[in-house]
Structures are given as C-alpha cells and as structure tokens.
C-alpha cells in the first residue's frame, strides 16, 4: 500500500517536473524571439527618424532655393 503511494506520488512528480522543463524552454524561446523583435523594431524607428531628417532638411526652403540657383 505505502509502496503504491510512493510510486503514484513518484510518477506524478516526474511527469510535472518534465512539463515545468518544456515550459521553461519555450519560454526562453519566446524571450529571445521578443528581443530579436525589439532590437529590429529599434532598428527601423532609427532609420525612420533619419529619413525624416532628411525630408526635413531637403524640403527646406534654403536648400531648395539654393538648389534652384544652382
């Protein structure tokens, strides 16, 4: 009887410390697949705001006049 409680209870802890293992991998996947999204995110909002500047310093009215004349 004792033994019986001792393999269930042996068993159930394996197969929920197996499930905890899988979760704690997927998880790290999903961070790193997170921070691989940041960076790129970072990455294009840096080039967005140089375009911009550029827009802004090639549509200004002094660089276009100047432009003109030349």
Do not use: C, G, H, Q
Not at 13 to 19: A, E, G, I, N, Q
């Amino acid at each position: 009887m004792v033994n019986k409680k001792i393999f269930i209870s042996l068993i159930i802890f394996s197969v929920l410390m197996t499930f905890a293992s899988m979760v704690k991998t997927k998880t790290r996947i999903i961070e790193k697949n997170i921070n691989n999204y940041e960076k790129s995110i970072v990455n294009l909002e840096n080039n967005i705001y140089e375009a911009e500047l550029d827009y802004y310093y090639l549509s200004s009215p002094s660089v276009i006049s100047k432009n003109i004349f030349e």
